[in-house]
């Protein structure tokens, strides 16, 4: 690999983790995600800091929790001062490039302002892609915020741009990212809509634990949802074939990841926003550099780790202001001091923040604070508990439960220390009303926090 290697981000839009045949799906959606993880890296336990779109990428682009950029919620532009992963690489000499949703400028839904860009000098984007394209009606816009129209599919269209840019740029490292709608909703008709005969495919075929127990929209809307997800994977083998041909895979690093999942109404009225796995889990996998042959990393990673692993992975400092950490010890082996725990936080359906181990999942709200006006609270009240291993479907909430007000408590100081870290003021944090009884339940306080 050249010393500088080059960088792509394929950054899908709400996919849920176990779509891909390397968490155990069946339907063969995703080979070619599946062949990168298995012989590059593959971070088995992936966990997004906020389940929303907005505040997701604001993570992924400045490294830092969501409430430290401000980007909270949905339209709140990145400030002008946040650093972001395109100004940190520009200023290693690599060109930088976004192709698709942003979701971080104010105002319209298509064109952004150069300043609120982020510093990507290649442009070719839209702020609202759900909102300024159809399935087979692309537009973007360009660094003039001129309207772009792309012919195909959506994510054919948009792969095409992204092949396009890479032959162009063959000479100097590049920093990619290359962010699709899919397999996101259509927002204007609320479904989703895969290429001709691709929904077909897979109606009925499969549904998960969790979507079998509660419904939701699932049954009307997985088929189409999981045809969405075949053609990104097949979009992402063309842009490997790409690599191969133009003999730069090897000299290439890619992250795929997503920004959060879909738990298809079931724990609210619509998607994501909520502290469940069916919101907080994804697919994500590193190939090239020094991940290849890293095999699967079984501690828990936050989306905020990615944007220092992407740095260090490409030989460039990581600025010690960013929240996460880099992921290559991991990889290497030596990853005594790691946290084996994520912090999440929550918005526009509440003010929510969460913790999650490789057991429990322990999760506060704000009664008093409105999940669209308000960034955080001081006061919080225990609103669920779920033990991962008995229950990994999350439907049996355990808090309030006596059997289990040791674990709540020790949960409690640990989330409160992952706040404060984030540059949260130290909060109140109430337990849940108690209730009786709650069966002859032991929980194993020594294996309680893993």
Known sequence: MKERPNVIVFFTDQQRWDTTGIHGNTLDLTPNFDRLARAGTDVHYSITCQPVCGPAR?????????????????????????RTLAQHFGDAGYDTAYIGKWHLADGAHGPVA??????????????????????????????????????????????????????????????????????????????????????ERYRGRWLPPDLAALGGSSHQQLAGYLGMIKRLDEALGRLV????????????????????????????????????????????????????????ISQLVSLIDLPPTLLDAAGLPVPKGMSGGSILPLVHGKADDWQNEVFIQISESQVGRAIRSKRWKYAVTAPDKHGWEDAGSDYYVESELYDLLADPEELHNRAGLETHREVCDVLRSRLIRRMIEANEDEPIIEPAPLVRGGGQLQVDIEEGWH
Request: proline share 7%; aromatic share 12%; glycine share 8%.
């Open 58 to 82: 604001a993570c992924l682009q400045t490294g830092l929790y969501a409430t430290e950029t401000g980007c909270y919620r949905n339209g709140v532009p990145l400030p002008s001062e946040s």
């Open 241 to 296: 074939d790409a690599l191969i041909s133009l003999e730069m895979l090897e000299d290439t690093i890619i992250l795929f990841t997503s920004d959060h999942g879909n738990h298809f109404k079931t724990r609210n009225a619509e998607y994501k926003r909520s502290c469940h796995d069916a919101s907080v889990r994804v697919p994500t996998m590193l190939h090239g550099g020094p991940f290849t042959g890293g095999g699967r």
């Open 114 to 199: 150069p300043e609120q860009r982020g510093g990507y000098d290649f442009w070719l984007a839209s702020n609202l892609l759900e909102f300024t394209s159809d399935a087979y009606d692309l537009v973007m816009y360009d660094k003039n915020g001129l309207p772009v129209k792309l012919p195909g599919y959506r994510v054919d269209a948009q792969t095409d741009a992204a092949i396009r840019y890479i032959d162009e740029h063959q000479d100097a490292p590049f920093f990619l990212f290359l962010s699709y709608i899919e397999p996101h909703h259509q927002n204007h008709r609320d479904d989703y809509p895969a290429p001709p005969g691709y929904a």
